[in-house]
């Protein structure tokens, strides 16, 4: 019996220590790492702004009377000169014909007026009254020529133009406040943007000093942000910047011009222009996805160290530019950033880096990067 239990104890025994011996070393995390470089960076500023139109014009009656048409559809393009509404012209008519009347007898009086003067018929007085005469009724007749002609109420501009505020048999008066409708001219469009003055005053230190360099031929072009977060389409130039600070808010207003032959930009628009500083040398850009935040909304990143050991490195970022972060602080050029496998890794992990490199799919002959990839 003590022979059967030795043998069964010495088996267990020896899978004990099988067990014992079982490999418990840590194996590597596969992640992507991206390898940071420094590099020239064009720096820009986000500015918030609303959309100008470049002419406006607020139609008013030159004369008073009843309106009898009105000669333009609401909200179409309206061109320079069209007629926009007919004022009753009958009393204007009147005093025109009229005026046409005197202007023909004081006429005819001064031409028989002359050769009596000559003959010294009548006195020279006499001549020269009459020839007063004929010039003031010739004033006369133009003035009501005039009048007549802003019966017809027309377009100072070009643009679009908008809802009418009178109907027909309204009672319009010459030098009213109210305006009988507005029109807009919004091909090209103003964006007017206000840029903090400390802002500005540094920007312009940093170029002094050398800090940054100046953009050169695009320095002037400006892009647009529309209210929905979409990129407008066209470029814009920047015009010109006011002189004077705003006391109250301590900014100056710039304005920028866009072209805008799809009206896709309307009159008081929010929108948000990106401007050019100028050129950054030697910054480091972190791709976005390598770029957590702790729970106080600090940013870091996961840094891989010459032992291949994740380190959680704080860092400092400013504007994204191309779907890259700038980092201001915490990472130098030759750093490796870990980009994919983060949630699988922590402070301290053994891994085993390989360069990222972004997905690619083709469609249609065309190599397209894969944004989820990035």
């Known amino acids: 019996m003590r022979s059967t239990i030795l043998p069964l104890c010495l088996v267990f025994m020896l899978a004990g220590c099988d067990q014992g011996t079982k490999d418990t070393t840590v194996k590597p995390i596969n992640v992507g790492v991206t390898t940071l470089k420094s590099q020239p960076v064009t720096l820009f500023t986000q500015l918030p702004g609303r959309t100008t139109a470049v002419r406006t014009a607020e139609v008013r009656p030159q004369v008073s009377g009843i309106i009898l048409k009105r000669l333009f559809v609401e909200g179409s393009d309206v061109k320079a000169g069209q007629p926009l509404y007919l004022i009753d012209p009958a009393s204007y008519q009147a005093t025109y014909d009229k005026a046409l009347a005197t202007l023909e007898n004081a006429r005819q ?20 009254d009459a020839v007063a005469a004929e010039k003031q009724a010739k004033a006369e007749l133009e003035i009501a020529q005039v009048n007549l002609n802003y019966t017809n109420v027309r377009s100072p501009i070009t643009g679009r133009i908008g809802r009418s505020l009178y109907t027909e048999g309204a009672l319009v008066t010459n030098g009213q406040s109210n305006y009988l409708t507005t029109i807009q001219q919004l091909d090209p469009i103003y964006v007017d943007v206000s840029e903090s003055s400390l802002q500005l005053l540094r920007q312009r230190r940093a170029l002094a000093e050398g800090k940054l360099q100046a953009v050169g031929d695009n320095a002037a072009a400006v892009k647009l942000t529309l209210e929905d977060g979409s990129d407008y389409v066209h470029m814009g130039k920047l015009e010109f910047s006011e002189v004077t600070v705003d006391e109250t808010t301590g900014s100056i207003t710039m ?46 990143v996961y840094k891989i160290g010459a032992d291949n050991k994740v380190v959680e ?26 980009v994919d496998g983060l949630q699988l890794v922590r402070n301290g992990s053994l891994v085993s880096p390989s360069e990222h490199q972004p997905k690619v799919f083709k469609r249609a002959n065309l190599t397209t990067a894969d944004p989820s990839a990035q």
């Open 109 to 128: 009086l001064a031409t028989r007026y002359k050769p009596l003067m000559e003959a010294r018929a009548v006195s020279k007085q006499s001549y020269d």
């Open 255 to 300: 304005r920028a011009f866009f072209p805008n032959p799809n009206r896709e930009l309307l009159p008081g628009m929010f929108v948000h222009a990106v401007l050019p500083q100028g050129v950054a040398h030697q910054r480091i850009l972190a791709p976005q996805q390598s770029i957590m935040h702790d729970p106080k909304g600090r940013p870091y």
């Open 313 to 338: 490195q704080a860092i400092k970022t400013g504007e994204m530019i191309n779907g890259q972060w700038l980092v201001t602080e915490g990472l130098k050029s030759g750093d490796r950033v870990v």
